[in-house]
């Protein structure tokens, strides 16, 4: 009768052990440390970075980005090329970036829009960016990652 009790009892302990290690989500201290949030725009990001030559946007016009990162927002410019279209700037104020950071297994810092609080004017140019800060052809870079493809575009200090 003591031997099954002791049994049954080192089995329960044993299940309740792993039950409660499996509550616990293992990982939430590997992810503490691998990424870093940051609530200014990092340092590796801010200045002015542009698009080396034009892209394709429509039929007929070209795009040249330029991204302007400061402390607290960051604003795009677009210059067209071709068209009628002029050249548009849309400003992200601080209240209008839900968060930033860096994710040190990819090497990628990201930013993201609170788009709860943007004005409808700003809802088609607000997207999730993730840029890749380095080198490349000699120069300080930065590269952006796209949704679609594995095409990075890189914008050079300006």
């Not at 049994?7 to 309740?16: F, I, M, R, T």
Request: aromatic fraction near 16%; hydrophobic fraction near 35%; charge should be positive.
């Amino acid at each position: 009768m003591k031997v099954k009790f002791l049994v049954a009892a080192v089995l329960s302990l044993g299940l309740a052990g792993t039950v409660t290690s499996f509550g616990q989500p293992v990982n939430a201290a590997a992810k503490a440390k691998r990424v870093t949030y940051y609530k200014t725009m990092p340092k590796a990001l801010r200045g002015t970075w542009q698009e080396k030559s034009y892209s394709k946007y429509k039929k007929g016009i070209k795009v040249r980005w330029t991204y302007t990162f400061k402390k607290n927002s960051y604003s795009m410019r677009m210059d067209f090329k071709g068209g009628h279209k002029k050249s548009k700037t849309i400003l992200f104020s601080k209240k209008e970036i839900r968060g930033m950071y860096y994710d040190r297994k990819y090497n990628v810092y990201s930013i993201y829009p609170d788009t709860p609080r943007l004005p409808k004017s700003k809802v088609p140019y607000a997207a999730f960016m993730t840029f890749t800060a380095g080198k490349h052809h000699g120069k300080q870079a930065l590269g952006d990652h796209g949704f679609s493809n594995d095409h990075l575009l890189y914008f050079y200090r300006k």
